[in-house]
């Protein structure tokens, strides 16, 4: 077992190379400002969705634009984006359209954030380390499609690329998470607090994922968790 778990750790560091593992206390660490380093990774299954929840946690010092997850298909780039344009803001897109949630900016430190959309209310919801944030209206009744390329760490100007280097993050990101459904309250406040989660699409403790230049996985410095 130590023997597979240091070959996965060996495949995780070299870029291009694919990985699937349990990344339980593990880093992505975008290290280089700017870049067009990011992190490819896969659901599963895949099929159109009705309703979402994205949970993240990133750690940073920057102050302009950057993408954190980015879900695009052939047809739209920002079929779900997640993206902080300035501090103390953060932008959901579904379907190219988008809501802005201003937050707290606290002391640099950990966030963790969880978005969520469902189509038929066509609400849109925001959590920042485990507190909601006013609901607001996106995209009722919009399909987000299938067949999506899904990349930590940059926005998708088109399918699986079209970067903008000066939208990249740099900084550590962890405990990514996709549900093909809204979480309850409880399950939000419990993905703040590493609790134990329902099933979903996309999970950080048996991700499938492929770096692609100046990223590495790395040890978990401290802990992402206050309370």
């Not at 992190?39 to 299954?45: A, D, L, T």
């Not at 993905?191 to 230049?213: D, T, V």
Request: include cysteine; charged fraction near 25%; aromatic fraction near 12%.
């Amino acid at each position: 077992m130590e023997t597979l778990q240091l070959w996965l750790l060996l495949l995780a560091g070299l870029s291009g190379a694919v990985a699937q593992e349990d990344l339980y206390r593990k880093v992505f660490v975008f290290r280089k400002d700017p870049s067009d380093g990011h992190v490819v990774v896969k659901p599963e299954p895949e099929r159109p969705l009705q309703n979402f929840t994205v949970c993240l946690r990133s750690f940073t010092d920057l102050t302009r634009p950057y993408g954190l997850f980015s879900y695009a298909t052939k047809a739209q780039d920002n079929e779900i984006l997640l993206f902080k344009p300035k501090p103390g803001e953060y932008r959901l897109y579904v379907g190219g359209e988008f809501v802005t949630f201003r937050v707290p900016e606290t002391r640099m430190d950990w966030e963790h954030v969880c978005a969520g959309w469902e189509s038929a209310t066509g609400i849109a919801e925001f959590w920042m380390n485990g507190k909601p944030l006013p609901r607001k209206g996106l995209r009722k009744g919009y399909s987000v499609s299938a067949e999506a390329v899904i990349i930590l760490g940059q926005e998708q100007d088109s399918f699986g690329g079209g970067f903008d280097v000066y939208n990249s993050f740099t900084g550590e990101m962890t405990d990514v998470y996709m549900w093909g459904y809204g979480l309850s309250p409880g399950k939000m406040r419990a993905a703040y607090q590493s609790l134990q989660l329902p099933p979903c699409a996309l999970g950080w403790r048996n991700l499938q994922y492929e770096i692609k230049g100046d990223v590495v996985v790395k040890p978990r410095l401290r802990d992402a968790l206050v309370i």
